[in-house]
């Protein structure tokens, strides 16, 4: 960032040196590349050592004690008192006249601060979960579908979605694709690495911010604040959905790196590209809010402003290094979306919570986070002037534009899905307030009032105005595991893939799965080679078998067919009370799609009368909630010749034999 404020020339060196703080710890570019490398390799390493180490103690359960919860609080105010007091420590060696810091002091503020966002990700997240085997919200709804993508890429390197058989993924592959090579490394399930890769990779992307806002402000003090402000607001407001959190967390950065571009740097124009394709691979809405109302918008403004094309030249060359990139996820379904015959059906944007239809204003709210929102507010409008704070500003009309377009396109009879945008505006203005409390310090209070006080009591200023930053994160961060209890509870309650719950209650009847994969295997199928039809999408999470069908259109492939589908299976209920069972397997086999070699249902095999119940799912949108559940049911009778029965509980598998 540009420096804050220009020492006059006649000012003593102390002077210079408090007023030039931005830019005392200037990174090149090169050892930007270095530290990067070093804060995600260590801070990878840290958080997968942590989990670990949770994992080998007996801690109680979250939901059930507040033991975890007291030692949270301890790991969050380790955390950031080292991280805040070596900061300080640092600033005040720019209040002597000369100084040379002791090399192991110089080390252990780089390793303290760098691998702080690990350290918190690790003590607000990881130790409230640490007796649980499932991450936030454990396999509610969406975390279902999420987990079973991820059981997906531990069982199978390729391109293959979730659910359906011989189909590319349409959900972006890298973040799950990533966590199912660690979950191979490690040789553990897919649905078990959920937790571990969503801390390291929430813990990763927090410490390389470090090193980036040190290069951006040329202040290691000040890119430590914004990293651990960026981890902390995550944490508390987006932390469910890893995938999309670790590309918002980097939003405020691509701002700033922005401006930077279409001024001409190029290496800022690979950084630019290089986030928006990964990005791309990880999670598109975060993409397409970031190209279209963040990078596009800051490279129309300067072009604008500066009267000339070249910023839009250069946009160009972004959009197609970044396109390049996002083919590698991107072009097998590309390519079979051009050799369908078949309609594509898709309601992925078919939903419209509460706070959809509101404009986050997070400068307003009562809280540490608020104020500094406010303070972000504030200064983004005095520093406009400002090309790098000018960005921040558009970056955050680019993102309420979205917001407000995706309310106008309900007309339409779609969204936007705005309402995952919330945790962009509040980092975007968190980030300005950091950026406005950096430069009150490095100009100083004597600066500001002269009359009052003098450089002493600035120094002492300072040292109070550093224990109240730490103590208000301390105060924020600690509070990270109850802003997201509903969600821990999630993970202890639910039953896991060993049919356990994390708070060693009584199981539900999910607890019959792993008896119902073991007789599935008994009649000689293999999970990754067996097409399943069941409603229970919570089998499907923990065991790699093919879905014939999605259990709801919103996170269906468009090329599956979901309503097509659905009401085959209709049919194929319907029929099966007037068919005959080879009448019934011929209707198997009859359609386009390789027909179920095993169902799943709710019914009892002594009581035939009512038939084998299954649920389909519908779009209801717009309809809040946007989904209903009706039952078909299938005639007992049809499955008495060329299939194998049991009863599990409540639930009968009918594995086919002919």
Sequence with gaps: MTSPATPSQKAPASEKNRTTAYHADALPHRSTLLGILFAALGGGIVTLLGWYAFKAVSLPSFNTSMVTR??????????????????????????????????????????????????????????????SRLWLDGVQVDQAFRTQFLTRSVDQMGYADMNYLDMPTFYPLGWFWLGGRLGSL??????????PWSLISIAVAGCILVPIWQHLTKSLPVGTAIALTTTAVTLTIAAEEPYSAVIAMGIPAIAVLSTRAFQGSRLSILAVALYLGISAT???LFTGAAALTVVSLIAVFTAFYERTWRPIIRLIIIAVISIAIALIAWAPYLWSV????????????????EEGTQLPVPFLSLSIVGFLCLIGLVYIVMRLQNAEMRALGLALIGIYGWIILSMVVTLAGTTLLSFRLEVIVVLLFATAGILALGEVRTVGIHRLYPASFSSAANKRLTAVFGVILTLAGVFYAQQ??????????????????????GDRFTSDSSHHYLDIHNFIQDQGYTANETVVLTDEKTFMAYYPYWGFNAFTSHYANPLGEFTTRNDQIE????????????????????????GPDVMIFRGDLDNKDDGYKLHLAEDIYPNQPNIRFR?????????????ELKQTGPFVTAVRTQ
Excluded at 118 to 130: D, E, N, Q, R
Excluded at 338 to 353: N, V, W
Aim: hydrophobic residues 40%; without cysteine.
């Design 70 to 131: 007291a030692l949270s609080t301890v790991g969050v105010v380790i955390t950031l008192v080292l991280a805040g007091g070596f900061s300080a420590w640092w600033i005040y060696d720019h209040y002597k006249e000369t100084f040379s810091r002791p090399r192991w002091r110089t080390w252990v503020t780089y390793a303290v601060t760098y691998l702080s966002p690990a350290l918190l990700t690790l003590a607000s997240i990881g130790l409230p979960l640490s007796a």
């Design 186 to 195: 490690l040789g553990v399930p897919g649905w078990e690495v959920y937790q």
């Design 282 to 284: 990880f999670y598109t």
């Design 338 to 353: 051009l050799h369908s015959s078949a309609p594509l059906q898709t309601t992925a944007q078919h939903y419209l919570p």
């Design 480 to 501: 990270i595991p109850e802003e997201n209890e509903d969600a821990i509870d999630y993970a202890y309650r639910d039953t896991d893939g060993y049919g356990e719950r």
């Design 571 to 594: 049919t194929w209920a319907n029929d099966s009370w007037e068919q005959s069972p080879e009448e019934f397997k011929e209707s198997l086999d009859s359609t386009p799609w390789r």
């Design 631 to 643: 039952a078909v049911f299938f005639n007992a009778e049809v499955f008495d010749k060329g299939w």
